[in-house]
């Protein structure tokens, strides 16, 4: 029993990355679920192409913001490696 507390308390404290997770994960999808969408309400495929791009941007803009965060952590750690060095 002592394993699954230590696992719950394991998803509990990541909670957050999964979320993120998530989030990066529907918005990877998004520019594909545009275009089904389209598709099955059966619009123009140059109206599809040109609204799924759109939203693949905006979707790559929305992730950088949530992964930007990581990127400068590993700089910084970088930064204080070198001048201890």
Known sequence: MSWIKKELNYLKDSLSQIINGFLLFILVSSGLG???LLNYFEFN???IAFLSVIIQ???LIL???LVRKYFTKKDE???EN???S
């Open 45 to 47: 495929g140059t109206i």
């Open 34 to 36: 545009c275009a089904i």
């Open 57 to 59: 941007v905006i979707a």
């Open 63 to 65: 992730s950088y913001f």
């Open 82 to 84: 070198n001048k201890k």
């Open 77 to 79: 750690k970088r930064l």
